[in-house]
Structure formats: C-alpha cells, structure tokens
Nanobody, 119 residues
C-alpha cells in the first residue's frame, strides 16, 4: 500500500484545514488508517484513527475539533481539522495497518505534510 497525503499549509488560529490521504494498492478498505503528527522536539502522537469498519479514535487534545472519515470507493481517508490552535502545528503523517493507538505500529506510511497554525 502506498499512501499520499495532501499538502498542508498555513492557517490562522481558529481556522480549518482538511487533509486527505490517498492510497494505492488493493485491499485498502481492510486497513485501519491513522493520522499521526510530530511537532519539533516532541514524540509522534496519534491524533485520530479509523478502523476498516469505521470505528474511530481521537486523542484528547483534538476531540471535538478533528474528524476522521474514509471513502473506500476513493481509497481516501480525510482529516477535517477545525478550530485549529497553534499547538496543532506539526508535520502530519497518514499511516495504514492494524487498528492501534500506538503510532509506531502502523505498517505503511505516507510522506509528512506540514501544518502551521499561526496565533
């Protein structure tokens, strides 16, 4: 499975941004997909994940602000980010594999995309 994340960007605090993760390869629908971020000097953090069956997980830091969804017909997973805060600034990665809350356990990774939230 190959994953391609959309370009991030610069957004003001309180704004919104949607990231997408497009997958190539068969059986994408059978994989869970997670969005993982890494801020400078910090460890990777799983912010959201969605299982093959649509079960979702959100980190406490993004609950109520981020929404993960998937469109298996398009082999794409989305991360809608609303009410963005400066502390959301990070490089975001999408990753696929078995549903887990441990970010390092995903098998397939896309390239990182930078999201910067200005105050």
């Amino acid at each position: 499975v190959q994953l391609q994340a959309s370009v991030g960007g610069l957004v003001q605090a309180g704004g919104s941004l949607r990231l997408s993760c497009a997958a190539s390869g068969r059986s994408f629908s059978s994989y869970a997909v997670g969005w993982i971020r890494q801020a400078p000097g910090k460890e990777r953090e799983l912010v959201a994940a969605i299982s093959s069956g649509g079960l979702t997980y959100y980190a406490d830091s993004v609950k109520g602000r981020f929404t993960i969804s998937r469109d298996n017909a398009k082999n794409t997973v989305y991360l809608q980010m609303d009410i963005l805060k400066p502390e959301d600034t990070a490089v975001y990665y999408c990753a696929a594999g078995t549903f887990t809350m441990e970010p390092t356990r995903y098998d397939y990774w896309g390239q990182g995309t930078k999201v910067t939230v200005s105050s």
